[in-house]
């Protein structure tokens, strides 16, 4: 069973920056990624690292937000810059493993944007 723990997250003010990251229990061969919810929201997609690192970003974020990863340590993780208040969100650690053909998600962490 995969386990994603997050870390990372807090308030910042506007136009400021924060990472968050994600630790998985094993390694993921398959995709790694970020999505958030707003509160009334749905829960979108932010970025994420498929096979051959390649990354997708939502539109919203291109140029603030960048996405790594860590094989070696089994790591994911998300710089955000130029932070807004409509980046206020609970994000999400999400992983795909392309062996199990199962989705995996961590419990989620607090990003606030507010001055």
């Known amino acids: 069973q995969v386990q994603l723990v997050e870390s990372g997250g807090g308030l910042v003010q506007p136009g400021g920056s924060l990472s968050v990251s994600c630790a998985a229990n094993?390694?993921?061969?398959?995709?790694v990624g970020w999505y958030r919810q707003a509160p009334g929201k749905q829960r979108e997609v932010v970025a994420v690292?498929?096979?051959?690192?390649?990354?997708n970003y939502t539109e919203s974020v291109k140029g603030r937000f960048t996405i790594s990863r860590d094989n070696a340590k089994n790591t994911v993780n998300l710089q955000m810059n130029s932070l807004k208040p409509e980046d206020t969100a609970v994000y999400y650690c999400?992983?795909?493993?392309?062996?199990?053909?199962?989705?995996?998600w961590g419990q989620g962490t607090q990003v606030t944007v507010s001055s």
């Open positions: 999400y992983a795909y493993s392309d062996i199990t053909s199962k989705e995996y």
């Open positions: 690292i498929r096979r051959g690192d390649i990354t």
């Open positions: 094993r390694r993921i061969i398959g995709t």
